[in-house]
């Protein structure tokens, strides 16, 4: 007869803390997301423009009607020139000190305020341009900081001349109805080929392609472009975008480009108008009490103006607490 035990069973207590598991990687995800959304907020403006920009030119997709991809500018320049920007950005991350000194300067702008957006003025060029796009004779070429206008010099001037023809002025006429209302910096640069020029005008290539690029700025000032949002720059024969050995190549190599800065021109005039105004207005207030003015120079620098005359030697005798 076998003796039956009975095995007591012990009821282990049931996980109430379970849910802790859960609530720290929900929190854990969270921290994460705000991480991200601070980080995002130390981003400067033009910065974050320029990211979004990239993002949307990588998005966009390509008009209808269009064969050719000439509008995402893949062209061998403008990949190096990206893959060129793209190892500046790493290489500042790695070495700050070492990035800015292979940094080229953007022309010389100096006031870093936004213009309009590149993309909305590339297509209204491309509309406005159309024909000549078509034909060959002009160019639209965008990259991180730019966007340029190339124009071929046959359209704009007799050989060997620098001396805008009525076509040029036509163009130009197009051309000044888009770039007029915006405030984005300009510059008007000038190229030629490799073949040597020299006449009575021009003893070189230089002087001949800055010539060209004057000649189109000024006509610029006279449809109404302000002159100070452009600028003069003459290449010569030096950076030539085609292969000089070829007539067309070098057919190419002649022309002047105006390229459009992200960056617009913002000026400070209205700022001084208004302190001048707040001035005026003080010096008014000044002068119903008595007709006079006394300006009296402080000691620790600027001035004091009062019509107090009683004791003139107060205000320079007083010291600095």
């Known amino acids: 007869m076998y003796r039956q035990r009975r095995f007591k069973q012990q009821t282990q207590p049931e996980e109430l803390n379970r849910w802790l598991v859960s609530y720290a990687d929900y929190m854990t995800l969270m921290f994460a997301l705000f991480v991200v959304l601070y980080a995002l907020s130390l981003l400067k403006q033009d910065e974050f423009t320029a990211l979004t920009d990239s993002i949307t030119k990588v998005f966009e997709k390509a008009p209808r009607g269009e064969a050719n991809f000439e509008h995402l500018s893949l062209t061998p320049i403008a990949v190096n020139s990206q893959l060129a920007t793209a190892n500046a950005a790493a290489a500042t991350l790695i070495a700050p000190e070492a990035a800015l000194t292979n940094t080229a ?3 010389d702008i100096r ?28 160019k639209l070429v965008e990259d991180d900081d730019w966007l340029v206008i190339e124009l071929n010099s046959a359209l704009l001037f007799a050989s060997g001349s620098a001396t805008a023809t009525s076509s040029a002025r036509t163009v130009l006429q197009e051309i000044s109805k888009i770039i007029n209302p915006i405030n984005n910096f300009l510059r008007v640069r000038g190229y030629t080929d490799n073949i040597p020029i020299r006449n009575e005008l021009f003893s070189s290539n230089w002087e001949l392609s800055v010539a060209r690029a004057t000649s189109v700025l000024r006509v610029l000032e006279s449809l109404g472009t302000a002159p100070q949002r452009m600028a003069i720059e003459g290449f010569g024969e030096y950076y030539p975008t085609a292969d ?4 067309s190549g070098r057919a190419e190599n002649r022309k002047v480009a105006i390229a459009i800065s992200r960056f617009g021109y913002q000026s400070a005039a209205p ?19 008595d007709g006079s003015i006394q300006v009296v120079p402080l000691p620790g620098g600027g001035i004091r103006i009062t019509t107090r005359r009683d004791n003139p030697d107060a205000v320079t ?3 600095d607490p």
């Open 105 to 107: 300067p953007l022309s």
């Open 111 to 138: 006031q870093q305020y936004l213009g309009a957006p590149l993309n909305t003025i590339e297509q209204d060029l491309r509309t406005a341009l159309s024909d000549l796009i078509d034909q060959g004779v002009t």
């Open 244 to 247: 000089n050995a070829t007539a």
């Open 271 to 289: 700022a001084f108008t208004e302190q001048n105004d707040v001035l005026e207005q003080q010096l008014q207030q000044v002068t119903q009490a």
């Open 317 to 319: 005798e007083r010291q």
